[in-house]
């Protein structure tokens, strides 16, 4: 099998996505797309569907049915993760996305919320976040992995606001059934897609890569900036949580907008900020100021949830600071994964990766306990205060992480499905 390879040297056109490279990512992004689309379908109507079904009037069991995917999720991304450096990308999301696909199927047949919170376990369970993002950093250089990474960050930002548009229509004709039959094939689908058209890495290094030491594995978890990354991710996302506990009454009281049209909002803030976004990191990119844009962009949330502390009730004030707060969260969303591929020792990346992952998964889980619990007792500006607070201690801390080391000279060859030679990235 021939090979050809590119070296990652700074050329003119180093920060350019090669054809390889936007492929990959492209496929990678619909996979994200495909599962999170059927996922965020189901979001909008399962309270509302689940208090109907036998079991529906414990509110607490409903809570669990919805938070326990987090929790699953947080359980299973670092042995997942660890298990993709050992065992291969592939099978481990192949793998995930059939136990997903098995959750889909328990949620279609379900007929009480007990069920229910066994399927949303079962596709929790199916963690291939960590897996994913490993497979993009193998395939693509550090010159553009950040672009790669928004790619995914874009599908799954245009797909959340596309099934706020699409999810009260599914359910109407095909029922919360229905949205996990759906959820189920577009799982599958997904396989296909990791199969046959994904390109599988084959590292120069890959000896290496299978021999990792106990050492490398315990620096994932010790390392200082690792650290200060997966906290960030952490504070993102529990930060964003909270904050939409609050947004949506905002939006009713604010702009009188009833809660089925509040995509109207959504919609044109996500694009916007990705329009904004994308020229802020390509400069950080080219100039080397990656640690200075993700200072800006903790600083940029922390302006804005100062800014709802003071201007909460002021109408389309509210949408301005929403397109702010999602430029700052999509540049973090986009850098700090591709930040911690970087860091990590490439023996563990994955492990890397799961680790992350797994903070983010509980800062979700926390936000929208802790947003749930601020927003009762202390009402909005108590969420806006506290996660103004934690902002402000992220950004000190974050201070003190080192700026990411030059761009290494490496070679990283794939072989694509389709005939088993190497593609340059």
């Known amino acids: 099998m021939s090979r050809k390879t590119v070296s990652h040297t700074a050329a003119p056109d180093a920060f350019k996505m090669l054809p390889a490279e936007r492929k990959a990512a492209g496929w990678l992004a619909s996979i994200y797309a495909l599962r999170m689309f059927g996922m ?3 979001l909008p109507v399962f309270s509302l569907h689940a208090t109907g079904m036998p079991g529906g009037d414990n509110l607490s069991l409903v809570g669990l049915a919805m ?3 987090g929790l699953a999720q947080a359980c299973m991304q670092i042995p997942l993760g660890w298990a993709s450096d050992k065992l291969g990308r592939k099978p481990i999301i192949v793998g995930g996305l059939l136990l997903f696909a098995v959750g889909c199927w328990l949620g279609y ?3 009480t919320v007990e069920q229910l919170v066994w399927a949303r376990a079962l596709q929790g369970a199916g963690a291939i976040s960590a897996a994913l993002s490993a497979l993009l950093a193998d395939v693509t250089r550090d010159e553009v992995r950040s672009k790669g990474m928004a790619m995914i960050g874009a599908s799954i930002g245009v ?6 548009v699409f999810s ?3 359910y109407k004709f095909f029922g919360l059934s229905g949205l996990f039959a759906m959820t189920g094939v577009l799982s599958i689908l997904g396989i296909g897609v990791v199969i046959f058209l994904l390109p599988t890495p084959n590292l120069v290094d890959q000896e290496a ?3 990792g030491s106990f050492a490398d594995g315990w620096a994932v978890l010790t390392q200082p900036d690792l650290l200060r990354l997966n906290l960030g991710i952490f504070t993102l996302h529990l930060t964003q949580m909270s904050l939409f506990v609050v947004v949506p009454s905002l939006l009713l009281s604010g702009l009188e907008l009833p809660l089925a049209e509040h995509w109207k909002v959504y919609l044109p803030v996500v694009l916007g900020s990705f329009v904004l976004m994308v020229p802020l990191m390509v400069w950080a990119e080219k100039k080397a100021k990656t640690k200075q844009v993700k200072l800006g962009s903790i600083g940029l949330m922390g302006a ?6 003071l201007f909460s009730n002021q109408g389309w004030v509210l949408v301005l600071l929403l397109l702010a707060y999602f430029v700052g969260f999509n540049l973090l969303e986009a850098t700090l994964p591709s930040w911690v591929s970087r860091v990590a020792p490439l023996s563990h990346r994955g492990l890397a990766l799961g680790v992350y992952n797994t903070s983010q998964a509980l800062g979700l889980f926390a936000g929208g306990a802790l947003g749930g619990l601020a927003f009762r007792h202390l009402g909005a500006q108590g969420v806006f205060e506290g996660a103004l607070l934690l902002v402000v201690v992220w950004l000190l801390l974050a201070m003190g992480i080192k700026a990411l080391p030059p761009r290494a000279s ?4 794939v072989r694509t499905p389709a005939d088993g030679s190497a593609s340059p990235l």
Do not use: D, N, Q, R
């Open 168 to 170: 009260p229509v599914l």
């Open 109 to 111: 047949v379900a007929e």
């Open 304 to 309: 804005v949830l100062l800014g709802f502390v």
């Open 410 to 413: 490496a070679v990283v060859p």
């Open 67 to 69: 938070g326990i995917y």
């Open 209 to 211: 890569k299978l021999k």
């Open 40 to 42: 965020f379908m189901i």
């Open 159 to 164: 797909t959340f606001a596309l099934s706020l």
